[in-house]
């Protein structure tokens, strides 16, 4: 029996260590090494505590189990991960195919919407940034040209003024996009939605005059039950060992063969 824990007791007390370090669950997968940094800093801001892992899809970022719903609701907030946006040159990129004047034309107007997203989400307190377009066309000979027009979605923080910061957004969106320059604000539509504040509570677990977070009482846990288990197998291997006493009274000293 006792040669039986001696050999056991480093498994268990490694079976017992990685259980208590909490289940990792992969909260975005197949990010860019900006985005997993931005989400991993974020979330260190609230005391999650979050590990980046690399792979063949790219970059993910995992937090314990626990934290999930923190986690996202912190990140919803933030307006992480950033929407994956597409360039003027990869949707425009040689592919052998011969597109009809239509599809280029739609190609070139996603492209243009997704160029205009871009400069507007690097402005501190951005969010989010949709950007809607129509370009000048004649839909039939004859016809007059219909003119272009483009509507501005912005979700914004607390941080960012939307009345002073429109006038620029404004003169941006005409300039980048044809045909606008100079028209009026009939247009070229542009509409500020604040982002909902997200206020992060974190639930405190009693332990007797403690309070404690749930990632906290989870560690002090498994220390205590690691803790209480090597001992009781610590005095299962005095209560065997030879010459100790036991419930039956004191063990016989062996006696020579044939005596």
């Given at each position: 029996?006792?040669?039986?824990?001696?050999?056991?007791?480093?498994?268990?007390?490694?079976?017992?260590?990685?259980?208590?370090?909490?289940?990792?669950?992969?909260?975005?997968?197949?990010?860019?090494?900006?985005?997993?940094?931005?989400?991993?800093?974020?979330?260190?801001?609230?005391?999650?505590?979050?590990?980046?892992?690399?792979?063949?899809?790219?970059?993910?970022?995992?937090?314990?189990?626990?934290?999930?719903?923190?986690?996202?609701?912190?990140?919803?907030?933030?307006?992480?991960?950033?929407?994956?946006?597409?360039?003027?040159?990869?949707?425009?990129?040689?592919?052998?195919?011969?597109?009809?004047?239509?599809?280029?034309?739609?190609?070139?107007?996603?492209?243009?919407?997704?160029?205009?997203?871009?400069?507007?989400?690097?402005?501190?307190?951005?969010?989010?940034?949709?950007?809607?377009?129509?370009?000048?066309?004649?839909?039939?000979?004859?016809?007059?040209?219909?003119?272009?027009?483009?509507?501005?979605?912005?979700?914004?923080?607390?941080?960012?003024?939307?009345?002073?910061?429109?006038?620029?957004?404004?003169?941006?969106?005409?300039?980048?996009?044809?045909?606008?320059?100079?028209?009026?604000?009939?247009?070229?539509?542009?509409?500020?939605?604040?982002?909902?504040?997200?206020?992060?509570?974190?639930?405190?677990?009693?332990?007797?005059?403690?309070?404690?977070?749930?990632?906290?009482?989870?560690?002090?846990?498994?220390?205590?039950?690691?803790?209480?288990?090597?001992?009781?197998?610590?005095?299962?291997?005095?209560?065997?060992?030879?010459?100790?006493?036991?419930?039956?009274?004191?063990?016989?000293?062996?006696?020579a063969a044939g005596k």
């Open positions: 029996m006792k040669n039986f824990l001696l050999k056991w007791l480093p498994l268990l007390s490694l079976m017992l260590l990685l259980t208590g370090c909490g289940d990792k669950t992969v909260l975005y997968s197949g990010l860019a090494e900006n985005d997993a940094n931005d989400i991993v800093a974020e979330l260190n801001q609230h005391q999650i505590a979050a590990e980046k892992l690399i792979d063949k899809s790219g970059i993910s970022v995992s937090v314990d189990a626990e934290n999930i719903q923190r986690s996202v609701k912190i990140l919803d907030s933030a307006g992480l991960p950033r929407k994956a946006r597409t360039n003027l040159g990869e949707v425009f990129q040689k592919s052998g195919v011969i597109s009809s004047p239509m599809e280029e034309r739609a190609r070139y107007i996603y492209a243009l919407s997704q160029e205009v997203e871009s400069t507007l989400a690097q402005i501190d307190g951005v969010v989010v940034a949709r950007v809607h377009v129509v370009l000048p066309e004649r839909l039939a000979p004859g016809e007059p040209m219909q003119p272009a027009s483009a509507s501005v979605f912005i979700k914004y923080h607390n941080n960012l003024d939307p009345d002073s910061i429109e006038p620029r957004i404004r003169q941006m969106v005409a300039t980048s996009i044809p045909g606008l320059a100079g028209k009026t604000s009939k247009d070229l539509a542009i509409v500020f939605v604040p982002a909902q504040t997200y206020e992060d509570r974190i639930e405190v677990v009693k332990m007797g005059p403690f309070q404690l977070t749930p990632g906290e009482y989870s560690t002090v846990k498994w220390v205590f039950s690691l803790f209480a288990i090597m001992l009781m197998i610590a005095f299962g291997i005095m209560f065997l060992k030879p010459g100790k006493k036991l419930k039956a009274g004191k063990t016989k000293p062996a006696t």
